[in-house]
């Protein structure tokens, strides 16, 4: 299966979808069944103790896992999550953009899985790990 929606596509689509969170998000990279995407980390995504809060973590994984799943499929607004497990390892750094790295584990016509780390911008070490299952709108 080949990529339906590269970088741009799946961004003007969240202008056009999501427009009021749109900005939070920018899409790096995208291949078959991967995706790379960051979270642009400021004041609003901080918790106290200076770091970025569990759900604007929690925020990019989502978004992480819906874009690789669009990216496959096409734009397919109604895809819904119906599971998340994440798991929370190391306190991210306050100061940087939080980077997804999402990988389409599998994809059925009615059910994506995805696996996502998420790292703080300049490390290599996970800051969470989530794995994800969408829902996929039937075909008309």
């Avoid at 400021?42 to 200076?50: A, F, S, Y």
């Amino acid at each position: 299966m080949s990529v339906k929606m590269n970088e741009d596509a799946l961004m003007i689509f969240m202008r056009e979808v999501f427009h009021q969170r749109a900005e939070d998000f920018g899409v790096d990279h995208v291949a078959e069944n991967e995706i790379t995407m960051r979270l642009f980390n400021d004041d609003k995504h901080l918790r106290p103790g200076g770091t970025v809060s569990g759900p604007s973590m929690f925020a990019l994984a989502d978004v992480a896992a819906y874009l690789v799943t669009l990216a496959m499929i096409g734009p397919k607004a109604l895809a819904v999550t119906t599971s998340c497990s994440i798991d929370f390892m190391r306190k991210p750094a306050a100061n940087v953009d939080l980077i997804a790295k999402a990988r389409l584990l599998k994809l059925g016509k009615q059910l994506s899985v995805s696996d996502v780390m998420l790292y703080s911008e300049g490390s290599d070490k996970p800051v969470a790990r989530a794995s994800l299952t969408y829902a996929i709108p039937p075909s008309t």
